[in-house]
């Protein structure tokens, strides 16, 4: 069985670009339009890993990733934040909410699918 990730990001091509090159490498994605809807679907299913954007309405990804890190499931699933955001002080923001790792926008889908592999398999 495919393992899942749930992809969570306010740009439609953002998502786009990240479910092709997942599903390619053949993962199960289902996306997330913004965090309030990750949350939504994070809560009604079971995923291996999560992205998500840090700059989103309704729920930005730091209190996203401290919402599911709240939850039994996703006490350890790892999160992984995929976001323009790069600064020092903001990584650390990431670690401290529970983040697992961090790729910078744009991304190069061969970089994404290696972290993917080296969290998931």
Avoid at 48 to 64: E, K, V, W, Y
Avoid at 82 to 106: C, F, H, I, N, Y
Wanted: no cysteine; charged share 25%; hydrophobic share 40%.
């Amino acid at each position: 069985m495919a393992k899942t990730i749930l992809t969570v990001d306010d740009s439609a091509s953002i998502r786009q670009m990240v479910s092709f090159t997942l599903k390619e490498a053949g993962y199960a994605v289902t996306e997330a339009v913004d965090g309030q809807d990750g949350l939504d679907k994070a809560r009604s299913g079971k995923f291996d890993l999560i992205f998500t954007d840090q700059n989103m309405p309704r729920m930005d990804g730091l209190s996203l990733i401290k919402q599911l890190r709240a939850l039994p499931t996703y006490k350890s699933v790892p999160i992984l934040m995929l976001t323009t955001e790069s600064s020092d002080a903001m990584k650390s923001q990431g670690r401290a909410a529970g983040a697992t790792g961090w790729l910078v926008k744009p991304f190069d889908p061969a970089k994404l699918l290696e972290v993917v592999r080296k969290v998931i398999g």
